[in-house]
C-alpha cells in the first residue's frame, strides 16, 4: 500500500448524515479526520434540521447540499436509516455528483450499500458490516470479508468499530505511516476486549447463528430493496 502526498492546501472531508445512522460509523472516523493536517470536517446533510441517529443521539449538521464544496474525502456511514436513502433520489444524487471530483470516496458498516446503490463500487473490491457482506455482490461489487479495503479510490471498513482502524487506514494513505501512528497514540486506540468474539471468524459458531438469526428480519429487509432496485434499473424506459 502505497502513500500519496498531500498538499499543503486544506483538506476537505465530507461526513454525510441521514436519520438513523450508527453513531460510531460517525464519530469513529470523524475523531481521526478531525486530527488530520489542515483538515476540514462538515457534517453535511439535505439541510440543517438535526439528524437523529439510530440510537436517538441528536446531530447538528454544519453544510448543507446546497453550500456543499468540493470533498478531499467522502465519507458515508451505515445504520438502519440506511434502508431510507437506498431509494432517496436526492442523497444519492448528490453523492454521485459529489463523488466526481473527490479524492476518496469511502464508507464504514453499510455506508457501502449506499456506495453500492449509487452505482459507486461496480467493480471494485469493497467491505461492509459480516451480516451483509454478500449483499455488495448484488450491487455490482467483489466483497471481500476484511477489516479495511482498498480499491483505487475506494477505502470501505467493516461493521461499527471498524470505522477507527478505516479511518487511521485513510491517514496513512495520505500522509505516511508517522502521522497515522501520532493520531493512534493521541487517541490511544489499543484494543484490549476482554473476549475475541468481535468476528465470525474468532467468535463461537454458536453465537455467530444466535447474532445471524436476529438480524434474519433486517437482512432479508435489505436483500429484497436492493433486488427491488435492481429490477427496477433494469425495467425499459417508458415513453411517453
Not at 437523529?52 to 441528536?58: D, H, I, M, N, Q
Not at 469511502?106 to 473490491?125: E, K, P, Q
Not at 468476528?199 to 435489505?222: F, H, M, W
Request: glycine content about 8%.
Amino acid at each position: 500500500m502505497s502513500t500519496q502526498p498531500q498538499s499543503t492546501s486544506d483538506l476537505v472531508v465530507g461526513m454525510l448524515l441521514f436519520p438513523g445512522l450508527t453513531l460510531l460509523d460517525l464519530a469513529g472516523p470523524y475523531e481521526v479526520f478531525s486530527r488530520l493536517p489542515k483538515a476540514r470536517v462538515h457534517l453535511v446533510a439535505a439541510r440543517f434540521d438535526p439528524i437523529l441517529s439510530e440510537k436517538g443521539v441528536l446531530i447538528t449538521p454544519d453544510t448543507s447540499f446546497d453550500d456543499a464544496p468540493t470533498f478531499d474525502i467522502l465519507f458515508v456511514p451505515g445504520g438502519t436509516g440506511q434502508l431510507q436513502v437506498m431509494e432517496d433520489d436526492r442523497f444519492l444524487s448528490f453523492l454521485r455528483e459529489k463523488s466526481q471530483a473527490a479524492g476518496l470516496i469511502t464508507s464504514v458498516c453499510t455506508g457501502s450499500l449506499i456506495l453500492g446503490a449509487a452505482g459507486l463500487l461496480r467493480g471494485y473490491r469493497a467491505t461492509t458490516h459480516w451480516r451483509y457482506l454478500d449483499l455488495l455482490g448484488l450491487l455490482g461489487a467483489q466483497p471481500i470479508p476484511e477489516r479495511v479495503v482498498i480499491d483505487r479510490n475506494r477505502i470501505t471498513g467493516a461493521g461499527v468499530s471498524a470505522g477507527i482502524d478505516f479511518a487511521l487506514v485513510v491517514a496513512f494513505v495520505l500522509f505516511g505511516e508517522t502521522t497515522a501512528q501520532a493520531i493512534q497514540l493521541a487517541i490511544e486506540y489499543d484494543p484490549a476486549p476482554s473476549f475475541h468474539s468481535g468476528s465470525p471468524k474468532s467468535a463461537d459458531s454458536s453465537l455467530v447463528n444466535r447474532i445471524s438469526t436476529a438480524t434474519g428480519e433486517l437482512y432479508e429487509k435489505r436483500r429484497r430493496q436492493i433486488e427491488r432496485i435492481i429490477a427496477l434499473s433494469r425495467e425499459p424506459t417508458r415513453q411517453s
